[in-house]
């Protein structure tokens, strides 16, 4: 039973990780019909900037971790900016390839700018654990978990209470429709992007003290989160939350209870049979095609 | 003979006799032989990249496992070689095959699915690969790679490198025409009617199941072909090597190069694996950056997305019909 309760919380944490990405790459999808390959790489970078804050002014992690954010709301307006807004007649199996674009090119400047050597950075809440059922969790874990949901919470509550929100939900359901009404889609799609950027970040900074800050760190985390967009369904904003916290739970499961090395070629593996018999998702709706 | 230079067939043999005479130049000390093996890189990646585009530019799907398949023939290849002896031809048929197969299931996938999850789905499936790659040692080498030797013919002829060169330039120009012939008929037709709509292509009597498994059994069938020219000529795979980012430059090349051209992802490979090597790393101060070929690529791949979407092919023949239509103003 304690085994079970470590592995639920250890999930909870994962899950945590893999939601915050997906959460980003739905809410881009959502607003500009396009699947950001480049939702981690786009964490990595600010990541990157969020480490070298820390380790040059020595300040909490925490405010590190926020002026990092900051780095990607900027980083995200500008992508937006300079190549998205441009791509709007793009098709959209081009719109997915710039996003590849992306990611080469992210790739190419974070050794470029910040060097090759993997960086450290430190947990938010640095010690102290509490035992609950036998399971041993760290504050650190508590507080990802926290912070996580309450971020997500936060985020559905914006979507659908606020003005803005409903501004956002608009320019998903249609966007030419949207704009006819008056909503300023353009500045919706910026936003997205801006908010998309920040949350990757906040998920490579809870990863971080874990696998350190390196070009690769989250290579696994962008795979994760786009089976989580699939398994939720890309047709809500809530969906994709529900399967991040899936796959967190079905990978530990696995790697635990059936085998550390291949759990997660077993989940992909899930995963594929899953799509062939709900290609919508859990909650997806079938989408009818006009032609 | 200027018909003979119109002609595709002969363009693409006089194109292939060009690059085969690399190792004789090399022999003259006109190039350096590390110009040769990047030059024999740009030919195989480009076999990869051209059975990609029937995937990605006549079918309009995308396919984010071709460094994994590539990866698959290589180790297949490497492993019937060297430790169950076979000869060059029998090893290339079964470590086609197997990717072939691997390549089947998936399009009976992707006709569940729609165009984006695709994507995804085949990320997935390289993450397996690689997983397989490294932990099954009695095969692959697991972390620390598996080698090669130069490709041995019926058993007798074993071939040098340059030998190897000119094996993988002989390659390069079957599968040109082999694909050429095969866009111009029936299937590439069908193929682009599908891109277009396949709610369309269907009510055509095209059935979407049969071109989607062709279209994707070409893509791993020519991904498998290039991985096992890639073991024999670096004589060299580990697993780190059939990552994402492969994947993506195999990609690039044909975005860069052109979609829905045959000798655009020719020329792309030269753009994306031939000139960061052979020029840019070349250039004085920023020649030693790292991952200055990473933001090339990237670049690259945007500024002609949004701004020159046919391709870098067309680059030739758009600056001429300007150098001519400029020629035309100033007579008039």
């Not at chain 1, 999808?29 to 002014?57: D, E, K």
């Not at chain 1, 800050?213 to 989250?218: D, H, I």
């Not at chain 1, 696994?220 to 739970?249: H, R, S």
């Not at chain 2, 095209?206 to 024999?232: C, D, E, M, R």
Request: charged share 10%; proline share 3%.
């Amino acid at each position: 039973m304690s085994t079970f309760l470590q592995l639920l919380f250890s999930s909870l944490e994962s899950g945590s990780v893999y939601a915050l990405a997906a959460l980003g790459i739905i809410i881009i999808f959502r607003t500009s019909r396009m699947t950001n390959f480049a939702q981690g790489s786009l964490g990595m970078v600010n990541a990157f900037v969020a480490t070298f804050i820390y380790i040059y002014t020595g300040i909490t992690p925490i405010i590190a971790a926020l002026l990092g954010m900051v780095s990607a709301l900027i980083l995200g307006i500008i992508v937006d900016l300079v190549i998205m807004r441009r791509a709007k007649k793009v098709s959209p199996v081009s719109k997915q390839i710039i996003t590849f674009g992306l990611i080469m090119l992210l790739l190419g400047l974070a050794p470029m700018i910040f060097g090759t050597s993997p960086l450290s950075f430190p947990r938010f809440i640095i010690k102290g654990a509490f035992t609950i059922g036998g399971a041993s969790v760290t504050y650190n874990a508590l507080f990802n978990i926290i912070v996580g949901l309450t971020i997500m919470l936060l985020l559905f509550y914006f979507l659908q209470k606020t003005k803005w929100g409903l501004a956002v939900r608009a320019t998903a359901s249609n966007e030419v429709t949207a704009q006819l009404m008056g909503v300023p889609t353009k500045t919706v799609t910026m936003g997205a992007w801006a908010v998309a950027a920040a949350l990757g970040t906040l998920a490579a900074l809870m990863l971080a003290p874990a696998i350190t800050v390196n070009v690769s760190m989250m290579d696994n985390v962008q795979v994760n989160a786009l089976i989580a967009c699939v398994l939720g369904g890309f047709q809500t904003f809530y969906g994709p939350v529900i399967g991040a916290y899936v796959i967190g739970f079905t990978r530990n499961m696995l790697t635990y209870y059936i085998s550390s090395t291949w759990g997660g070629a077993i989940l992909y593996i899930l995963f594929l049979v899953f799509i062939v018999f709900r290609p919508n998702g859990i909650i997806g709706k079938k989408r009818i095609k006009k032609v | 003979m200027k018909q003979l230079l119109k002609n595709p067939y002969s363009q693409f043999a006089l194109f292939i006799i060009l690059m085969a005479l690399a190792p004789t130049l090399k022999q003259l000390g006109l190039l350096n032989s590390s110009t040769v093996i990047i030059l024999g890189t740009v030919m195989f990646y480009s076999i990869v990249g051209i059975g990609l585009n029937v995937l990605l530019g006549y079918s309009g799907l995308i396919s984010l496992g071709t460094a994994g398949f590539m990866g698959l023939g290589s180790y297949l290849s490497a492993y019937c070689t060297q430790d169950l002896g076979l000869s060059f031809f029998p090893s290339l048929i079964i470590s086609v095959t197997v990717p072939l197969v691997i390549g089947l299931i998936i399009g009976l996938i992707s006709l569940r699915i729609e165009g984006y999850y695709l994507a995804i789905a085949t990320l997935g499936i390289s993450e397996i690969l690689r997983q397989v790659f490294a932990e099954m040692e009695f095969v692959t080498g697991g972390f620390s790679g598996k080698n090669a030797g130069y490709p041995q013919l019926f058993g007798i002829i074993k071939l040098n490198r340059q030998m190897t060169y000119i094996l993988i330039a002989a390659f390069l120009l079957a599968i040109l025409i082999f694909t050429y012939n095969f866009i111009k008929s029936r299937t590439g037709r069908a193929l682009l009617t599908m891109r277009g709509s396949e709610a369309a292509a269907q009510a055509m009597g095209i059935n979407l199941l049969k071109y989607k498994l062709i279209a994707f059994a070409t893509a791993t069938l020519y991904a498998g072909i290039g991985g096992v020219l890639y073991v024999h000529f670096i004589r060299f795979s580990y697993p780190s090597g059939w990552n994402l980012t492969l994947s993506l430059q195999i990609l690039a090349c044909i975005v860069i190069g052109g979609m829905r051209t045959i000798s655009g992802p020719v020329f792309g490979a030269f753009v994306v694996f031939g000139v960061p090597e052979l020029i840019l790393k070349r250039l004085p101060v920023i020649g030693s950056i790292d991952g200055l070929a990473y933001i090339f690529t990237g670049v690259l791949i945007i500024v002609v997305i949004l701004f020159y979407p046919n391709g870098l092919i067309y680059l030739g023949n758009d600056l001429q019909s300007l150098f001519r239509k400029k020629r035309v103003k100033n007579n008039g």
